[in-house]
């Protein structure tokens, strides 16, 4: 769905061959002399679009031998997860702040990113399942009991569904839960689920304080 478009469904059809590029000229190598590269492009792409609306258009290019229908369609539904893929180095860059880390070692910064990978794809899960399926019940969240008591209890509201997890997580990171708002941002569910862990270890520290007392 692209900025000021409705989302729409497309029905597209997949096409490949085998080419070779040519390798661009460099001082001292003639025109021609240094060898291509051989490859396969994909096309993708749409032949009967909706009156007044440009048609879908890949041109896809891979280093694998893509020999029939089903090969070629694979590379397309690669190709197809790209904006999910950004997103998540989006929440991991921006989000998690991977950038500012200050870690001198290279083995330090793996480790690291390794675990806030983890946090961003638990991130990313949370709002693809508000976009998909905001109406199933909240347990599909992939909250668990206590994430989910948490809220309902801070928030002093009934959440049902993962719609209702999403406006409630989001609250907790600032979210309005205006009308006009919309679903929360991943940042804003970030800030969100931030708060969320604070909450339930808050609980747990209790639940563990109260139990040493009797």
């Not at 661009?24 to 909706?50: D, F, M, Y």
């Not at 910064?109 to 909240?138: K, T």
Request: proline share 4%; charged share 25%; hydrophobic share 45%.
């Amino acid at each position: 769905m692209r900025p000021g478009q409705a989302a729409r469904e497309a029905r597209l059809s997949i096409s490949a061959t085998a080419v070779t590029l040519r390798a661009t000229q460099r001082p001292g190598h003639p025109a021609g002399s240094l060898p291509g590269i051989a490859c396969t492009a994909v096309r993708v792409w749409e032949k009967n679009p909706p009156l007044g609306v440009k048609r879908l258009e890949w041109i896809l290019l891979t280093d694998a031998a893509e020999e029939d229908f089903a090969r070629a369609r694979e590379v397309a539904l690669q190709y197809a997860t790209r904006w999910l893929i950004e997103e998540f180095h989006k929440a991991l860059k921006t989000g998690l702040g991977a950038e500012r880390l200050q870690l001198e070692t290279a083995g330090r910064l793996f480790a690291a990113i390794a675990i806030l990978s983890l946090v961003a794809l638990r991130l990313i899960d949370f709002r693809e399942r508000v976009r998909l399926s905001a109406a199933a019940g909240a347990e599909q969240s992939g909250l668990s009991e206590l994430e989910l008591a948490v809220p309902r209890a801070r928030l002093e509201r009934p959440i049902r569904t993962v719609g209702e997890v999403a406006l409630g997580v989001g609250r907790l990171g600032g979210h309005m839960n205006r009308k006009g708002d919309g679903w929360p941002g991943w940042q804003t569910l970030w800030k969100g689920m931030r708060e969320l862990e604070l909450l339930v270890q808050g609980v747990l520290l209790s639940q563990k304080v109260r139990r040493s007392q009797e």
